[in-house]
């Protein structure tokens, strides 16, 4: 079998495996958790925003710990990687413009596969061998069947995800992104990023999480002001662009494009945009960070995350949809970042294309950070806290030949890691709903009782 047919093959394995048939099953979910949960994220959403600003005091802010306020700011900078500027260039290309209108009806109900996910990984926690607790789907696949061997598939997958998705891919974005701008050689800019991640790195998780706290913040008001900017230009086009969108929504092609852009985030490979996560709802990769969080309030952790799920989906995602509607981008006939260029420079000119950059890179940085943690913390299941500077170190050399390389069959392999990482943390959850259905039903009580 040569290069060429092992990179076909594997596309259609990933294709077929991103069919109908899972994504049926994800709205299925979405809407069956809905109910269970008395439509928390509905009636939670501005209580959210509260506990988010509200520091938890009886959740441990011991050293080694993190703060819900930390898995905040981590969870949200994974969730906005390169993939949101171009993820969405990729679903409107495929679904056309009522892409937009799904990603934001859908948004609501898959808030509750994250609510879930951040519950199950907060609530279902257990000792690590440094004496810390630890949560996340590594942890509550135990519970259910198949809890034998299923943590550690997850984990490993997790863990290439990181490696690939996570490190490899964005700093491919980066790299390219510095060169057309500065004209400096790829491989000085390898070594950069190699150094850079190495020095943060071997700071260890809190180093790693006071970075991702500073870029997080810069990285989202740049693309706040320039897009709000973007949007009030066109003012005039805004409620003519949400109707096309509304008129476009009602196909099985647009309904497609929408939830493959909503789940599946894309980064830049050679021109050509691939899509994976863009709000990491069913990865897990949430409940792994609020999970070391060592939090006593699993139901207030699950309504925390529900903030960077609304932030990744409906004021990164859906606004991004709406500029490309309202610009005329959607019908410039590019399919990846270039779309995303052409709306900005319809606004801004020949400037438009140096914030987009610039955003290519905060967002890039700013992911890799975040998935340098969760991938830590998969390799510490995996290993039982062993070998950390090895994993240092193959984190940093990802990066380094991330930037050099091109990475098509990855791209086309990772379609397969996220099925199968959302297949198994959708099982894992749907087992458990009981359980996390009835400390919702508590929490409502009590929540009754104090307001």
């Given amino acids: 079998m040569t290069y060429q047919d092992l990179d076909v093959f594997i596309k259609n394995c990933g294709e077929f495996l991103w069919g109908w048939p899972l994504i049926i099953a994800i709205m299925a979910v979405s809407l069956i958790m809905t109910i269970a949960f008395g439509a928390i994220q509905f009636r939670y959403f501005l ?11 009886s959740s441990s802010a011991q050293e080694n710990y993190i703060t819900p306020f930390q898995a905040f700011m981590n969870a949200l900078s994974a969730s906005l990687g390169n993939g ?11 679904g056309g ?29 257990e000792k690590q061998p440094t004496g810390l607790i630890r949560g996340g789907p590594m942890v509550y696949l ?9 943590p550690h598939f997850y984990a490993f997958f997790c863990l290439m995800l990181t490696f690939v998705t996570g490190n490899a891919m964005q700093c491919n974005s980066i790299a390219l992104g510095l060169v057309k701008m500065t ?26 999480i006071r970075v991702s706290d500073a870029i997080t913040p810069v990285k989202v008001g740049l693309f706040f002001i320039a897009t709000l900017f973007a949007l009030l ?35 830049l490979r050679f021109g050509i945009a691939r899509s994976i996560n863009a709000t990491e709802v069913g990865l897990g990769t949430s409940g792994i ?59 801004f000119g020949s400037f438009g294309g140096w914030i987009v950059n610039s955003l290519s890179m905060m967002f890039g940085i700013g992911c890799v950070i975040a998935y340098a943690y969760i991938g830590r913390e998969c390799w510490s299941f995996l290993t039982k806290g062993k070998y950390l500077t090895l994993y ?60």
């Fill in 233 to 267: 230009y066109n003012v005039g086009s805004l409620w003519h662009a949400f109707i096309i969108m509304a008129r476009y929504a009602f196909t099985a092609q647009a309904a497609k494009g929408a939830l493959l852009g909503y789940t599946m985030q894309s980064a």
């Fill in 47 to 57: 209580r959210s925003w509260k506990y988010l600003l509200t520091p938890d005091t």
């Fill in 289 to 347: 960070i609020f999970g070391t969080t060592g939090t006593k309030n699993p139901v207030q952790s699950g309504i925390i995350s529900l903030a960077t799920t609304s932030i990744s989906n409906f004021g990164v995602c859906f606004l991004l949809m709406w500029l490309f509607v309202a610009t005329g981008a959607w019908q410039s006939g590019f399919s990846d970042i270039r779309m995303t260029i052409f709306a900005y420079e319809s606004i």
């Fill in 84 to 94: 949101s500027l171009a993820g969405m260039a990729t679903a409107l290309y495929s």
């Fill in 142 to 150: 135990k519970r259910v069947p198949g809890g034998s061997w299923l």
């Fill in 392 to 451: 240092g170190l193959i984190f940093c050399l990802m990066a380094f030949f991330g930037a050099l390389v091109e990475v098509r069959m990855l791209w086309n392999a990772i379609d397969i890691v996220n099925a199968g990482l959302i297949i198994s943390n959708l099982y894992g959850l749907m087992w458990l709903m009981p359980e996390i259905q009835k400390g919702v039903r508590a929490f409502y009580v009590h929540d009754r009782k104090h307001h």
């Fill in 97 to 125: 413009p009522g892409a937009g209108f799904w990603i934001l009806f859908l948004g609501f109900f898959l808030m509750a596969i994250r609510f879930a996910e951040v519950y199950a990984s907060t609530a279902f926690t």
């Fill in 183 to 208: 004209s400096w050689n790829i491989y000085v800019l390898a070594f950069c990023m190699f150094l850079f991640l190495l020095y943060i790195m071997v700071g260890g998780a809190q180093r790693i």
